[in-house]
């Protein structure tokens, strides 16, 4: 299994920064992407940003230039610095860990495509 809890999220005006922070556990070893999603109240989940094992990095067109994704191996945590926040933002916030092969860790099998979400942070930008 895959734990992941997210923190970060709050109440800004426009123009202002937060960082979101994703705390994983459990048998990372062999996730290779790591993602944020949000959904805004009435919509369907949307892929912000995703930070692969390789390095490889996405952004939503909407978040480019202004959210930045990155990982800390050692520590196994996750962040999203989002920068220049917009009313559009406002969204309750998912980590997401994604097992890109078949990995067998200390006798528990986990599947290409298995993924783990996180309970959700809100972020909310008031105009």
């Known amino acids: 299994q895959v734990q992941l809890v997210e923190s970060g999220g709050g109440l800004v005006q426009a123009g202002d920064s937060l960082k979101l922070t994703c705390a994983a556990s459990?048998?990372?070893?062999?996730?290779?992407?790591w993602s944020w999603y949000r959904q805004a109240p009435g919509k369907g989940r949307q892929l912000v940003a995703t930070?692969?094992?390789?390095?490889?990095?996405y952004y939503h067109d909407s978040v480019k230039g202004r959210f930045t994704i990155s990982r800390d191996e050692v520590r196994n945590m996750l962040y999203l610095q989002m920068n220049a926040l917009e009313p559009g933002d406002t969204a309750l916030y998912y980590c997401?860990?994604?097992?890109?092969?078949?990995?067998?860790?200390?006798?528990?099998?986990?599947?290409?495509?298995?993924?783990?979400w996180g309970q959700g942070t809100q972020v909310t930008v008031s105009s």
């Open positions: 997401n860990a994604e097992f890109g092969v078949r990995c067998d860790v200390a006798g528990r099998d986990h599947m290409a495509g298995e993924d783990y």
């Open positions: 930070v692969t094992n390789s390095d490889n990095i």
């Open positions: 459990g048998d990372t070893v062999c996730i290779s992407a």
